[in-house]
Structures are given as C-alpha cells and as structure tokens.
C-alpha cells in the first residue's frame, strides 16, 4: 500500500487555510458593515432641475451697481442640477462622524436640525465634497459664479428674485429697505440665522438664494468681469488669484443691498465665518441624476 503523505499535507493545508479566511471574514465583515452604516447614514439634499438657457450676468438692473458687477455680459448656461437648500448641519456631521472631516464648526449650533453649517471655509468644503462623492459615487461640486447668479435669478433681471424691493418675510438679513430702487418697507432684524427654507422658494425651487449665510462658490476672485467664461464654467486664475474665492446671496447679518442677484464678494479661501455656508451642484454630464 502506498501512501501519498505529501497530498494528504496538501489537503490538510488547504482545510486550514479555507478555515481561517472564513474566521478572518467573520471578525471584520461587522466593521465594513459598520462602515457602511456610518456612510449611508444620512439623507441627501434634494435637487432641483435648472434648465439651460443664456443670461445676462451682472448688474443688469442698473441700481447700486458696483465695479466688481462690471461689465454685464451673456453667458451660455448647460442644464445642471442644484440643491434646493445650503448643506446643513446634519450632513455635515456625518462627514465628521466617517472622520472624513475634521473640522467641527465652532459655536454653530451645528447639532440643531436644519441649520445651516456654518464656520466652514472654501478649504474645509472641498474635503467634504471628496468624502461625499466618495459615499454617493456622484460628482457633487461648488457652483461656478455663472451657474450660482442664473440659478438666483431664475429668469428675473431686477435686483432680486422676487422683484424691486425684498423684505423679511421672503429673506432672512438685517431687515432694512432696499431705498436705492426706492422701497421702504422696514422689516424685522431676527439677528440670528434660521433653518433652511424658511422662506418661499424662487421660481427654480431654490430656497435662501437671498440671505441667511452667504454662499461659496468655486471661483477664484477677480475683481471685475472683464475676461470672464461665457460657457458657464467656473473661473480660474493664478496662485495669488485663487488665495481668495467668491461668495454670493447675502447673511443674516448683512444689509438688503448684499443680498442682490448681481452682489459679489471674496474671502480668504481659509477663512471660517458665522454668516458663510454653501450649497452644491451636479452636472448633467457626469452625475446619476436624483429626483
């Protein structure tokens, strides 16, 4: 009788091995589990369908024009989807929750619902768009200038939105009246953000595009529009250019006239503040589109 001892060790070998992978498998699959628990573990912001179309950028309305709004000009927009509201607290700490983000917004009262995240600068939202493309497979990114400034005016051509004059109870900022375009109606200073759509949406179905907390986009700052994209597209520039970036739509605590369709301003792209947040957008071109 013969006995085959090297494939009999063969065999064993193989029992053993195919005995730890499955006892390797048991003890981690609870934390990729867990993982994906962690990641899925929140609600995406809902989108609205901005249609394409050309507009006129700028201060077009001719009222309490500044340099910077200079000169108006057409840009071509390709149709692109956009959040209804800025991204909230919640979200927010989800990211920081997969220790993805590391920032915790100070005196935010970021753990309320609904709120607003604030104290975020332009730096700390890109690490936040790598983590949530990473856990949606989606392409969210900031807005271009272009596509923040067609998605506010959403067809209009007057200061704001909702025409001439705006008042408390469609934005949430300081309350005055709009006296360059000769409104008079003074409003409530809340002194205080609020819960994202609190007021009325425009005609997109964007809420808070005037007031609340101003908004990132993803340009760098030039001070005029001379030599600004036509296609829509955001707007580069050099290393000394793009040490600061845009923001748009007014802030709780800032006066009607910031709050215009047309007002642009930058910060330090560093810089954290109580009144700046940020919404985000998904082009129809590489995204899955939501519903």
Request: aromatic share 12%; with cysteine; proline share 5%.
């Amino acid at each position: 009788m013969t006995i085959d001892i090297l494939g009999e060790t063969y065999l064993s070998f193989k029992k053993i091995l195919k005995i730890l992978l499955i006892y390797i498998s048991i003890i981690f699959s609870p934390l990729e589990n867990a993982y994906a628990e962690e990641s899925s573990n929140f609600t995406l912001p809902e989108v609205a369908n901005i249609p394409a179309g050309i507009f006129e950028m700028g201060c077009v309305s001719s009222i309490d024009c500044k340099d910077r709004e200079k000169p108006v000009h057409f840009v071509t927009i390709p149709a692109f989807q956009m959040t209804k509201t800025e991204v909230t607290t919640e979200l927010w700490a989800a990211c920081v929750s997969a220790k993805a983000c590391n920032h915790e917004p100070e005196n935010n009262g970021w753990t309320e619902s609904d709120m607003p995240v604030r104290y975020i600068s332009w730096d700390d939202v890109q690490v936040f768009i790598t983590w949530l493309n990473s856990v949606t497979d989606n392409d969210y990114r900031l807005p271009s200038e272009a596509e923040w400034e067609y998605a506010a005016r959403a067809g209009t051509n007057t200061p704001f939105n909702t025409g001439m004059c705006i008042t408390a109870q469609q934005a949430n900022f300081e309350g005055n009246a709009f006296k360059a375009a000769g409104c008079d109606k003074q409003g409530i200073n809340r002194k205080k953000v609020v819960p994202v759509a609190s007021f009325p949406a425009n005609e997109f179905g964007l809420y808070d595009m005037h007031g609340n907390v101003y908004e990132w986009v993803a340009d760098c700052w030039h001070p005029n529009y001379n030599g600004a994209p036509t296609d829509g597209s955001s707007w580069s520039g050099t290393a000394g250019e793009c040490e600061r970036h845009t923001f748009r739509g007014g802030t709780w605590h800032g006066a009607v006239d910031y709050m215009r369709s047309a007002f642009r301003y930058r910060y330090p792209r560093e810089i954290r503040t109580g009144g700046l947040g940020f919404r985000l957008v998904l082009s129809h071109s590489n995204q899955r589109l939501l519903n």
